[in-house]
């Protein structure tokens, strides 16, 4: 056996050697790890369209996944990372209340609040999809090389306050119909009508909108983290191209 035969018989045997004490694991993600290392925007054909369509792409599919977990039943209410809480002094009431089993009537309009919000994710995963067109080739490269929400963090400063405005009435529709007013109705009228100094259901619309956002803007990050952390999670030529693999 020549010599270089055998170096290739030795990095064989070396490559099984290593893999050994991976039995249990799944070693088709570790081969496919080590395969889709890379830094995202290291490649020379790279272009800036290639990576403000490929972080568009990106924040589309996070705004997709993120919509969806937060519309589905809990998805606001089950959920702690993202569970809208009473605001002000309602609040404060529903926490020192609810450990001697006497916030019925706060506990209930907490439901239908974070209810309201989840009828409305599916609006607001929207319009964050109507917004992520606006994500300029300038400005791409630099979110790219970013941290890993840089993308999120960008699309929140730059769309947050158009959103808010845009899904107040949204999320007003959705608290009506969840029954959160005519529960702050009979809440206000228990605890006291001076607990707010504006009107109660444009109060409490704008506190719901805020929680709302938070948890989209929360999972939407999350999202683009998987996105440029697992390979798994980049299921286009165009997310491979920009971001590894």
Do not use: C
């Amino acid at each position: 056996m020549g010599a270089g035969p055998a170096k290739l018989w030795i990095a064989i045997a070396a490559t099984f050697v290593l893999a050994a004490p991976a039995v249990g694991q799944d070693l088709g993600k570790i081969a496919s790890d080590i395969l889709h290392r890379s830094v995202p925007g290291d490649k020379s054909n790279l272009t800036k369209g290639d990576v403000a369509l490929g972080l568009k792409e990106a924040l589309n599919q996070a705004g997709s996944l993120a919509s969806k977990r937060l519309s589905a039943k809990d998805g606001y209410m089950g959920d702690a990372a993202v569970r809208i809480p009473l605001p002000g002094l309602l609040g404060d009431a529903h926490k020192k209340l609810q450990p001697f089993g006497m916030a019925g009537t706060l506990d209930d309009l907490q439901l239908k609040v974070n209810r309201a919000a989840e009828a409305a994710a599916p609006i607001a995963g929207k319009a964050v999809s109507d917004a992520v067109k606006n994500i300029t080739f300038d400005d791409a490269m630099t979110i790219l090389r970013g941290g890993d929400t840089a993308a999120t963090d960008y699309l929140r400063k730059k769309t947050e306050a158009g959103l808010r405005v845009s899904l107040k009435p949204q999320f007003t529709t959705a608290l009506g119909q969840s029954g959160a007013l005519k529960s702050l109705d009979t809440a206000v009228a228990k605890y006291g009508a001076g607990l707010v100094k504006t009107d109660t259901k444009t109060w409490l619309a704008e506190e719901a909108t805020t929680g709302a956002l938070n948890g989209l803007f929360y999972y939407l990050a999350r999202e683009e983290q998987a996105i440029r952390r697992d390979p798994v999670k980049r299921t286009s030529d165009l997310l491979r191209k920009v971001f590894g693999g």
